[in-house]
């Protein structure tokens, strides 16, 4: 996977300045005019019950993990982006490690801010020992704002800075998990 991210990042930052492209923009590719890679590798994340009313109210856990954004624009400053992102933390003499896909819309504000939406699944798991002991299935919803930071690389890249809010109903959940859950994640960043 870190291959495939840094082969990604090479071909839309190294492909655009062709001279032949350079020479005649309107002979671009349309996946690079149209498209965006964003790859967050350092994002700090929350996740906490919302009912106070389930088996354990005070689910609750704090930790890190990274996340990897792809969109394409149809008509310009509005697309489609699919979404992954991990998010591992310590709970209960264990490890909690859950992982989400999303698929969803995302309008360009301007050159340098994003709002995405969508629907997001996935799943979640405690391990302790290496071996699982609780898991849940993540279903619901998910916001966020990208906002780029620095440009990087004649404006074909920059650093952004991210904040993705999700909420989940937990399917088919043990007893360490609450029913549903709000999720607060911050994240740093590259745009290509």
């Known amino acids: 996977m870190p291959r495939l991210i840094a ?7 190294v492909l655009p300045g062709s001279p032949a492209w350079a020479a005649d923009p309107t002979k671009r590719p ?33 930790g890190g993990g990274g996340e990897l954004v792809v969109g394409l624009d149809f008509i310009p400053g509005f697309g489609v982006i699919i979404d992954g992102k991990v998010l591992a ?15 969803g819309l995302q309008l360009r504000i301007s ?16 391990d302790r020992n290496g071996q699982p002991t609780d898991t849940a299935t993540l279903v619901g ?7 780029d930071l620095f440009r ?12 993705r809010v999700d909420a989940d109903g937990h399917l088919d959940a043990g007893s360490t998990f609450s029913k549903e859950s709000l999720a607060l994640t911050l994240g ?4 290509f």
């Open 188 to 191: 740093v960043g590259f745009r």
């Open 89 to 103: 933390a310590p709970r209960r003499g264990g490890t909690y490690v859950e992982g989400v896909g999303a698929l």
């Open 7 to 13: 082969l990604l990042a090479i071909l839309l930052v």
């Open 152 to 163: 990087l690389l004649h404006d074909r890249a920059s650093t952004v800075i991210s904040f």
């Open 30 to 62: 349309f996946l690079v005019d149209r498209g965006s890679v964003e790859v967050l590798i350092g994002e700090g994340g929350w996740r906490s019950g919302l009912s106070t009313e389930d088996v354990n109210p005070g689910f609750s856990v704090l």
């Open 141 to 147: 919803g998910f916001f966020a704002v990208s906002i």
């Open 111 to 126: 050159d340098w801010v994003r709002l995405r939406g969508g629907a997001a699944a996935g799943r979640a798991r405690l």
